[in-house]
């Protein structure tokens, strides 16, 4: 339904789906090629027979190639209210490696455990052709997080066995440390995954929400492949805070996690949205707070006007704009829906020049962001 500025994510859908039916004029891999070199120059992507464009999370030895969009797989059985059935979820995850998807999320805490037991059954068969990367530091015990972080070299070493059991795999693609452990430093862990590595358990690391300094120490014992952090136009942090910089110094890539703001930029949550109490954590996080969506719907009003000069919706304008920013980002969009996950996908067909994102962000920026992204416990997990 047209609102009084923009479109809605599910109204725009039909509109987008016309453009989309009318740019098939061009042979579909070219358009791809063309507009994926003219965005992030002619070295940025790979275009892989019959599935996505796809980019390259490091650099030398740590080299990890994926598809340029990635899944999180976190919401289909954690932290995002209701979802589907196990089978509609392997279902949708099928489709996902059907339409060229390589890389997929997860974590041990997302459950906790049930969301990699998922990834496992629903991914198992395609080994070898795509990639599962998870995350270990946040404590469970008996099936339950703790609210505590450990590192600890036993610790790891018995989550990584695990890891690969839950996932059914001999070895893991990328094994993030999803929060730094106060008790354990980044040199003792990068130690760790770097025995992991020769023992062939790990193929690539990586690390979530850290500071530049810590990605430099860690990185100097055992390079690392990628960093995972919030990355969106509601969160810029990280082009300030030295990460992004420390990325591109040192031939790290990088993964914007909640590139659609928690699915906020979308369109489709509002003041009087519900969040399902018992699986849910937008319901606790300060932006997510009626009066805080009411003034930042602002912001989406902003990206689905710039989206309907272009075909696009307010979200393959958020995620349009995190790809053209490096060649080295790789987002990782996460649904329980299939009309979200093409539309998503599509994002990868558009070619918008430099000086329409830098008006885009100019009107972003324009407007305060109300609310903070965290509470104030999880803000002390962050930025260590």
Request: aromatic share 6%; with cysteine; proline share 4%.
């Amino acid at each position: 339904m047209e609102e009084k500025k923009g479109i809605s994510r599910r109204g725009f859908l039909k509109t987008a789906a016309a453009v989309g039916a009318a740019l098939t004029i061009q042979p579909a891999i070219n358009k791809v090629k063309a507009a994926n070199a003219a965005l992030n120059g002619e070295n940025a992507l790979s275009v892989k027979k019959g599935g996505l464009p796809h980019r390259t999370l490091g650099t030398g030895r740590t080299a990890f190639e994926v598809s340029a969009l990635g899944f999180g797989v976190m919401g289909m059985t954690y932290n995002r209210s209701q979802h589907p059935d196990k089978k509609q979820c392997i279902r949708l995850l099928h489709e996902a490696v059907e339409r060229g998807v390589t890389l997929f999320d997860t974590a041990i805490i997302y459950g906790p455990l049930t969301n990699e037991n998922l990834a496992g059954e629903a991914l198992a068969e395609f080994k070898g052709k795509i990639n599962v990367t998870t995350k270990f530091g946040h404590e469970v015990i008996d099936g339950k997080g703790t609210g505590r972080q450990d590192s600890s070299r036993k610790t790891v070493r018995r989550y990584c066995e695990d890891s690969l059991r839950r996932l059914r795999l001999e070895t893991l693609p990328m094994f993030y440390q999803h929060r730094a452990d106060p008790d354990t430093s980044a040199e003792e862990v990068a130690q760790t995954i770097a025995e992991l590595m020769k023992e062939g358990k790990v193929q690539h690391w990586g690390m979530c929400e850290v500071s530049a300094d810590t990605i430099r120490r860690a990185h100097a014992v055992c390079p690392l492949t990628a960093i995972q952090s919030e990355y969106h136009l509601m969160h810029r942090d990280v082009e300030t805070n030295g990460v992004l910089d420390v990325c591109r110094e040192l031939g790290i890539g990088f993964v914007p996690y909640s590139p659609i703001n928690r699915g906020f930029l979308g369109g489709c949550i509002n003041e009087y949205t519900v969040f399902d109490p018992t699986n849910d954590n937008r319901q606790t996080l300060p932006r997510f707070q009626p009066e805080a969506i009411r003034a930042n719907t602002r912001i989406v009003n902003v990206l689905q006007q710039f989206g309907r000069t272009h075909g696009m919706t307010s979200a393959q304008v958020a995620l349009g704009w995190l790809l053209q920013k490096a060649p080295w980002i790789v987002p990782i969009p996460g649904t329980t829906k299939l009309s979200h996950l093409e539309e998503n996908l599509r994002t990868l067909d558009f070619n918008l020049a430099a000086d329409e994102w830098r008006e885009l962000e100019t009107a972003v920026a324009a407007i305060p962001v109300v609310g903070d992204r965290y509470n104030a416990e999880q803000q002390r997990q962050v930025g260590r």
